[in-house]
């Protein structure tokens, strides 16, 4: 989604702005600009494209000052250009926005008929007029200018608002997309995500919806929309200026494949009572007798996130043998699903701020079914939505936008569950869970082995990368794993690939088969197994490309295929956080190979805050 940082203070700004949207690159964008109020007034420069080249054209027009705002836009009204490129400005204000402006038109047409000119075809330019217009009305000073304008606003915004007869000041206000505020000493900064503001500052405070701010270099106040004053306490965010940035690494995605053991470490850390043969999930209120009294757990997620849940399903009816469905978010929302007070909900989400995750949730609450999330992100939107807690997978900030660490990160916490949930229902007994526990427990371990294995994968992302398509197939707990490798490979390699049930192979998916089309198939030792050797054999007798992730040792299901990989045994729940980092390393190669932008692969975006 689109990139805001803001600065006010004694230092110009232009520079500082650049580095922190930078920062934000990973969010996915189009074209990007950046406004400024120095000795000639308010200027605004922006550009299409890369960020690139919006340096390169600051070369030409220099901007100084040392009150600012920039975006990273990623369209959503309006086509990819510079001229709809952020900020917007209108008689002396501008303005940097992400969300949209559902009433925008409307607006635009009595705006339009009062005889102001508009000259892009964003929602967002609305707000530059509506500012516009409350201060030439005499409104008191531009924080009363931005709650009058927004007062006329229907829909979701994070905007950050400077005026040129108000230097020294920044205006933002936040309804439904993220705005953090950094406190710093003698400035104060804005952004969207906090890698654009760590290098400068770690004290932050989160807006909440509804919520606006006033910045001065010396001095953030925070009022809601209403103009009541709101006091936060600044939180110290404790990751370091390096854990978002690539600490050596080509690209993001690598190096977040590689921090996995560590993530899933971090994420178990204080949550293991072995000896109680229990799980502490610190900000979960589970109850024994209201959980006893479910009828079933709904999961909403939308991609990868809800290829977690498809895994977690199995986990929580194995270990708790409580139903779990597991729905599209986007499908959920509009569905009037069949939820209640003894249905709890459960989102997953590595951002917390995806609309459709957002809006499932906002529908389960509103039938009475109580709602917890497992989320990567504190204070997000989603974790402030569920009235049941959040358990916060703490795999540091995931930068690419393939997701690598906060799937493994979301299996971790879906078994801890798993097993908090057995325990609560008494299908786990201290002994059972106790032997479930030291899997988990020894499981970051065997993901390092399969991370230090990384070079087996290149034969096979070779062969992938001069593929038309791919097909991966998986059961069980492994069928969760072929969609997410699927997904892996199409998102950043933009290879066509399929993930599918290895036992629907003969449904339709058969007749794909020859020697052109790599099979990547999941054979790790699991209930079914059996099956799915028979189904490395179909695919062989039919000239089909069989590359394969098998169980160590297994020299059988090794000899079915062409390319092997193997994996350290574990139990069959917890395979999905072994066999999923080959498929992704799998991805990662072939888009490296294939010269595509792995961190930021084309139209995709890090959180997709718009439906
Ligand atoms: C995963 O690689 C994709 N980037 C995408 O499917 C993502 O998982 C999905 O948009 C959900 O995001 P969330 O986990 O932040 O809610």
């Known amino acids: 989604m689109c990139g805001i940082v803001g600065y006010v203070g004694p230092r110009q700004c232009v520079e500082l702005i650049v580095g922190g949207l930078r920062k934000l690159e990973y969010r996915g964008y189009d074209s990007a600009g950046i406004a400024a109020i120095g000795p000639a007034g308010l200027k605004v420069v922006r550009a299409k494209g890369k960020l690139q080249n919006l340096v390169d054209r600051l070369v030409l027009e220099p901007l100084s000052g040392t009150t600012g705002i920039g975006h990273t836009r990623w369209a959503t009204h309006g086509r990819p250009s510079e001229e709809n490129a952020h900020p917007h400005a209108y008689q002396g204000v501008a303005v940097v926005h992400n969300g949209i402006i559902e009433n925008h038109l409307q607006l635009r047409a009595e705006l339009g008929a009062a005889g102001h000119v508009f000259s892009s075809e964003t929602d967002t330019e609305i707000i530059a007029h509506l500012v516009a217009a409350a201060l030439a009305a005499g409104a008191l000073d531009l924080l009363a200018a931005v709650r009058t304008a927004l007062a006329r606003v229907r829909g979701t915004y994070a905007i950050a608002v400077v005026a040129e007869d108000r230097p020294g000041e920044v205006v933002a206000a936040k309804n439904a997309s993220p705005l953090v505020i950094g406190h710093g000493q003698g400035e104060n900064f804005l952004a969207s995500d906090v890698p654009a503001i760590l290098e400068h500052t770690r004290r932050v405070v989160y807006l909440e919806e509804g919520e606006v ?51 899933v470490t971090d994420t178990l850390r204080g949550r293991i009572s072995l000896e109680q043969g229990d799980v502490v999930l610190d900000g979960l209120t589970l109850d024994e007798g209201w959980v006893r009294g479910l009828d079933r757990l709904t999961i909403v997620a939308c991609g990868t996130s809800w290829h977690a849940g498809l895994a977690g399903r199995l986990m929580i009816e194995g270990l708790a043998r409580l139903p779990v469905e597991v729905e599209l978010a986007s499908e959920f929302r509009n569905r009037d699903p069949l939820v209640g007070p003894k249905v709890l909900t459960l989102a997953i989400s590595q951002s917390g701020e995806t609309a459709d995750t957002l809006a499932a949730v906002k529908v389960a609450r509103a039938r009475g079914s109580r709602a917890f999330a497992i989320c990567n992100v504190v204070g997000a939107a989603i974790p402030r939505e569920c009235d049941g807690g959040t358990l916060f997978t703490r795999a540091g900030p995931e930068i690419g936008v393939a997701s690598t660490k906060a799937f493994t990160t979301q299996l971790a916490a879906l078994f801890l569950l798993a097993v908090k ?50 097909l991966f197939l998986g059961r069980g707990a492994q069928y969760p794993v072929a969609l997410e490798g699927a997904l892996k490979l199409k998102e950043i390699s933009y290879i066509h690939a399929e993930g599918y049930a290895a036992g629907e192979m003969k449904h339709g998916p058969i007749a794909l088969i020859d020697e052109q089309l790599p099979v990547v198939v999941l054979a790790t030792r699991e209930p079914a197994y059996e099956k799915t050797l028979g189904n490395m054999e179909e695919v062989r007798a039919r000239g089909g490309q069989v590359f394969a992730v098998v169980s160590e040792g297994d020299v059988h299901a090794a000899s079915l295929a062409q390319l092997a990989i193997t994996v350290p045994e574990t139990t069959p729940l917890l395979a999905p956080l072994l066999t999923s980092i ?24 890090k959180s997709v805050t718009v439906e």
């Open 582 to 605: 080959p498929l992704q390393f799998l991805a990662y190669h072939v888009a490296d190979l294939k010269g595509t932008d792995v961190d930021q692969p084309r139209n995709l975006a």
């Open 213 to 263: 701010a006033r910045l001065t270099a010396g001095r953030v106040e925070l009022f809601t929309l209403a103009g009541a004053p709101v006091e936060r306490a600044p939180r110290t965010i404790d990751w370091s200026a390096v854990a978002a940035e690539k600490d050596g690494h080509k690209h993001f995605m690598h190096k977040e494949i590689h921090e996995q053991p560590r993530a």
């Open 421 to 470: 949930l057995g325990r609560l229902r008494g299908t786990l007994t201290l002994a059972q869970a106790r032997q479930q526990l030291e899997a988990l427990r020894h499981l970051p371990k065997l993901m390092e082995q399969v991370v230090q294995a990384e070079a087996a994968v290149l034969p096979m992302a070779r062969r992938c990368a001069a593929a038309r398509d791919v």
